[in-house]
């Protein structure tokens, strides 16, 4: 198994711009797909980003053009770069690794979420 660890939310005012980590131990990230999910009160879980092991990137319609998702292999981590924040973008972020090839295909790996909150 992978262990997750988001971290970078915090308080932000709209307009402003914020940067999540999701640190993998365990695994190099060659072997996933990494994805970044949010949830709000009261609403399901949604999709914002995804990157492939061959770097292909992939955006929710909300988070098109404001955000980006990157990876760095050196730090085995995946940011999330979130810019023009609105309020409506307050959530609890999580950061998932999928399985892609051998010996991680079929794994499903979730970190425990950092909260953002946008609002003036």
């Known amino acids: 198994q992978v262990q997750l660890v988001e971290s970078g939310g915090g308080l932000v005012q709209p307009g402003e711009s914020l940067r999540l980590s999701c640190a993998v131990a365990?695994?190099?990230?060659?072997?996933?797909?990494m994805n970044w999910y949010r949830q709000a009160p009261g609403k399901q879980r949604e999709f914002v980003a995804s990157?492939?092991?061959?770097?292909?990137?992939n955006y929710a319609d909300s988070a098109k053009g404001r955000f980006a998702i990157a990876r760095d292999s050196e730090k085995n981590t995946v940011y999330l770069t979130m810019s023009n924040l609105k309020t409506e973008d307050t959530a609890v972020y999580y950061c998932?690794?999928?399985?892609?090839?051998?010996?991680?295909?079929?794994?499903?790996?979730w970190g425990q979420g950092t909260q953002v909150t946008v609002s003036s």
């Open positions: 998932n690794a999928r399985g892609v090839m051998w010996p991680t295909m079929g794994s499903d790996d």
């Open positions: 990157i492939s092991s061959g770097g292909t990137e």
């Open positions: 365990g695994r190099s990230l060659v072997f996933f797909a």
